[in-house]
Structures are given as structure tokens and as C-alpha cells.
């Protein structure tokens, strides 16, 4: 079965602290991934994505992400947070090449980040 | 700026009484979703337009239904709410199956 699992569900970290949120898909065949942010009463904004060529994809705000094939790992990175952080962020997956419009969700994991 | 609106942001309806939940755009992206997302839980797609042509996912219950009279509007319709389905129910965008832009929600509670 297609699934998203992200291994945090609420992580705290003190400013400046590096980040690294745990995502892994099972999916057949190739894929899109992505990473999704919530602020705080805000809607889901695309943090970055990954369609295809270098595996380690820069997005807004600082962030990156590396896809590890063998892994069916995506795993979200930032060397220092902030306290504007602090929001849900959720990884998700869908079928390459256009075919599938399932954008299958982890269930989030909550970051909360102390000034 | 370009957007995807959903109105109401909070919706309030009886045990059994219909409610209509709407989001429109101005991306004129050809493709709407509608997902619901239930408290820590992820956002589940309930069903997608790709321009007029309609996919519901196999396990989205019949009291679910949705309409998209043109290119920028899409409704979703709940026939006969139930208390299992007050959740957040989230509107996005895309053009092609290419990257989703998402509404603020609409948050139904069933009393």
C-alpha cells in the first residue's frame, strides 16, 4: 500500500539548533516528493519538491531536503532554525510523470522552537 | 495575488443537515482536490476534478459529493453530516499533477 511515514510527531528544539525531519514513502514506482509547511493559523504552503535530477533540493526559507533512493527516504534539513519555524510540516508523495493526482500525506510532525 | 479562497472558514451544521462548502481560484489551474483532514491526522483526498472530468477515491463515503460549475469554483456537498465528519476540509489547486496549492480550510463542526 502507498504511505507516507514521518518518524516525529512533535519535536522541540532551542533556536539556532540544526534540524532533520525523518520522512519515508512506500510507493511503486517513481515519484514526486514533497515538503509542506503550516504556520500557525495559516494554510499548507509548498516548502520544496523533488521531480527528478539532483537528489538534494533547496527550498524557501533555508530548508532542504535529500531524496535517497535506496532509502525511499526524503528526509527535511535546515542548520539553523528560527522561531518563525515553528509550524507543521508535513512530507507527501504522488506518482512521476503526471499520472496520479494522489497526493498521499504523512501525518505531520509539529515543530516547536524556543526563542 | 493569485490564490485559492475557501468560504465559509467555519462552518457549523446539525447532525443530518446538508452543508455546501466552497472554494474558488484564481490560478485558473485545471485541476481542484478537496481533502479532509481530521485532528493529527493527515489530509486524505476525498476526491479530484482534472478540468471537468470528476475522480472520486474508492473509499470516499456517497454522502460525499462535489460539483465544479466552471473552471475557478468547486463544492463539496455533504449530503447528511455525521459527527465522524467534523474535520478540516482543505481545497487545492494544481495545474496538470504538478505541485498543489492549498486553500485556508474550512472548519465544519457537527452538532
Known amino acids: 500500500a502507498q504511505s507516507v511515514s514521518q518518524h516525529n510527531h512533535h519535536v522541540i528544539l532551542s533556536e539556532a539548533a540544526s534540524l532533520e525531519l525523518g520522512c519515508n514513502y512506500s510507493?511503486?514506482?517513481?515519484?514526486?516528493l514533497f515538503w509542506y509547511v503550516q504556520y500557525p493559523g495559516q494554510h499548507l504552503q509548498l516548502l520544496l519538491k523533488?521531480?527528478?535530477?539532483?537528489?538534494l533540493v533547496k527550498g524557501i526559507k533555508g530548508f532542504e531536503a535529500e531524496f535517497i533512493k535506496s532509502k525511499f527516504s526524503f528526509n527535511l534539513r535546515k542548520p539553523s532554525v528560527q522561531w518563525s519555524d515553528t509550524a507543521e510540516y508535513f512530507c507527501?508523495?504522488?506518482?512521476?510523470?503526471?499520472?496520479?493526482?494522489?497526493?498521499?500525506f504523512g501525518k505531520g510532525t509539529k515543530l516547536s522552537v524556543k526563542p | 495575488d493569485a490564490m485559492v479562497i475557501q468560504n465559509p472558514r467555519y462552518q457549523v451544521t446539525q447532525f443530518g443537515k446538508p452543508v455546501t462548502l466552497s472554494c474558488s481560484q484564481t490560478?485558473?489551474?485545471?485541476?481542484m482536490y478537496w481533502y479532509q483532514q481530521k485532528s493529527s491526522q493527515a489530509p486524505k483526498l476525498l476526491f479530484h476534478?482534472?478540468?471537468?472530468?470528476?475522480?472520486n477515491e474508492a473509499d470516499t463515503p456517497d454522502n460525499f459529493q462535489s460539483r465544479r460549475p466552471n473552471t475557478s469554483f468547486c463544492f463539496l456537498d455533504i449530503r447528511s453530516p455525521g459527527l465522524g465528519d467534523a474535520a478540516m476540509y482543505l481545497c487545492?489547486?494544481?495545474?496538470?499533477?504538478?505541485?498543489?496549492?492549498f486553500g485556508p480550510g474550512t472548519r465544519l463542526t457537527v452538532l
Open positions: 487545492a489547486t494544481s495545474e496538470g499533477y504538478n505541485e498543489q496549492f
Open positions: 510507493y511503486g514506482g517513481t515519484v514526486n
Open positions: 523533488y521531480f527528478s535530477g539532483d537528489p
Open positions: 507527501a508523495v504522488n506518482g512521476a510523470g503526471g499520472s496520479q493526482g494522489n497526493l498521499i
Open positions: 490560478l485558473n489551474h485545471n485541476v
Open positions: 476534478y482534472y478540468d471537468k472530468d470528476f475522480n
